[in-house]
């Protein structure tokens, strides 16, 4: 029997497989149990070096962009691709848990081009300025 965060956890990637699978990515859940915290699931869309993944507790909780030995925070990528603060849709505010994955689905097809379909160069040149931009966020935690 699956828990909670492993089926919401399914239901979320379901929304965002139709834009993964179009760019070759696959998905796996990678953990999924009970700890002192709850219920947590972790999950991964995978194209060779690059993977999307992600963590459900009680709602979506950080996301993160790899390649290879690399990676970003969903919110440090949209802060390079909006130059600064700026108006990415996810993580949104919803009593719906499935609205986070629908607000990173919208962030991906604005946003995402980088990562869905550009090179590795300019992934990882996209993730080593994210990286070395500074951290002046005013909102909630990665």
Same mark, same amino acid.
């Given at each position: 029997m699956t828990n909670h965060a492993e089926e919401?956890?399914? =239901? %979320?990637? $379901?929304?965002? $497989? *139709? @834009?993964l699978l179009r760019h070759g990515?696959?998905? !796996?859940? @990678?953990?999924a149990g009970s700890s002192s915290g %709850?219920?947590?699931a972790s999950g991964e869309f995978k194209r060779g070096p690059r993977r999307l993944g992600f963590h459900f507790r009680h709602s979506l909780g950080i996301v993160t962009y790899s390649l290879a030995d690399r990676s970003m925070t969903h919110q440090?990528?949209? =802060?390079?691709v909006h130059g600064g603060l700026g108006a990415s849709h996810?993580?949104?505010?919803? +009593?719906? *848990?499935?609205?986070?994955? =629908?607000h @990173?689905? @919208? +962030?991906? !097809?604005?946003?995402? %081009?980088?990562?869905? %379909?550009?090179? +590795?160069e300019s992934l990882l040149r996209c993730i080593g300025e994210a990286l070395a931009m500074p951290n002046t966020k005013s909102g909630p935690p990665d």
């Open positions: 919401m956890l399914q =239901r %979320g990637s $379901a929304l965002l $497989a *139709p @834009l990515f696959s998905f !796996e859940i @990678l953990d %709850g219920h947590f440090q990528y949209m =802060r390079f996810y993580p949104g505010f919803s +009593d719906d *848990p499935l609205d986070a994955f =629908r @990173l689905l @919208l +962030d991906l !097809e604005q946003h995402g %081009g980088d990562f869905l %379909g550009g090179t +590795d």
